[in-house]
């Protein structure tokens, strides 16, 4: 008998998830994006998913953007908040405050993009970022702050509201991966 304990990674698929998705696969084919019944259909699905997890997350449906998964998504959103620093005016490389205990998908997207200059804030010794150690870690050009709300592997919550609010105070853009707070 083995025992399995990554379920917010991925888990074994709920009957009646594999009932919905048969049905959509059974559906005839259409393109959202298209005018005709199948596409309007298809539209409809995509925009009644897009509304279930806007209400999951306390979001307006038209902030919901679907992604292959939380990798991408973090890509994209780090990717798009650099261009954003860069474009402010902060000049030069962006300087941005991370945390040794992110998840893989944001440090490497930090660490390989050259317009990035990473700090890590130290994690005390439960893996909480402080309000405090993410103040001493913020400079004055410090144009992003990605921190998770959920880690993980260690399964600690962030206190994201006060570690946003320090980052806002700083003139800092915030990101926050909340893929594992998911769960």
Excluded: W
Excluded at 49 to 61: E, F, K, T
Excluded at 146 to 164: F, I, W
């Amino acid at each position: 008998m083995s025992l399995y304990f990554d379920h917010n990674a991925t888990s074994p698929l709920r009957p009646a998830v594999a009932d919905a998705m048969a049905a959509a696969l059974r559906a005839p084919a259409g393109n959202p994006s298209s005018v005709h019944a199948a596409g309007r259909a298809a539209r409809a699905a995509v925009e009644a998913a897009r509304a279930d997890v806007a209400a999951l997350v306390g979001a307006l449906p038209e902030e919901i953007v679907f992604t292959s998964g939380g990798t991408e998504a973090n890509a994209l959103a780090l990717g798009g908040l650099v261009r954003a620093a860069a474009v402010r005016g902060v000049g030069g490389r962006v300087h941005v405050v991370s945390s040794p205990l992110e998840h893989p998908s944001v440090l490497a997207t930090l660490e390989a993009n050259p317009a990035v200059e990473l700090s890590l804030v130290a994690a005390g010794p439960d893996g909480a970022i402080t309000a405090e150690a993410l103040q001493a870690a913020l400079r004055p050009d410090t144009a992003l702050v990605s921190l998770a709300l959920a880690n993980h592997e260690l399964g600690n919550v962030s206190d994201v509201a006060a570690l946003a609010a320090v980052a806002r105070a700083a003139g800092a853009l915030f990101h926050c991966d909340a893929v594992a707070a998911a769960g």
